[in-house]
């Protein structure tokens, strides 16, 4: 394990400092990366927690009724 890590090092470093350009947005993407997955974690909780206060503020005897069109009301045409 050793043997191999001893010999990575120095191949990486050997490679960051022919391709600067390479490792540095090898560097960025990884970065983007990262931050994209924080972000949509965070925002994924921050919306469980709204919807957990909303469910909570409206109490345990609240009913709330919304109307909706059934399907089977369907006006028949005319005949002509």
Known sequence: MLR???TA???A???????PLRAALTA???L???AAVVVTVA???GTEVAVRQKLENMGQNTL???PQRDRGE?????PR
């Open 28 to 30: 960025f993407g990884i």
């Open 64 to 66: 709330n009724v919304v």
């Open 74 to 78: 369907m006006v028949p045409s005319r």
């Open 13 to 19: 470093l050997r490679s960051i400092v022919q391709w």
């Open 43 to 45: 925002l994924g909780e």
């Open 4 to 6: 191999h890590f001893s």
């Open 32 to 34: 983007i990366g990262v």
């Open 9 to 11: 090092v120095p191949l």
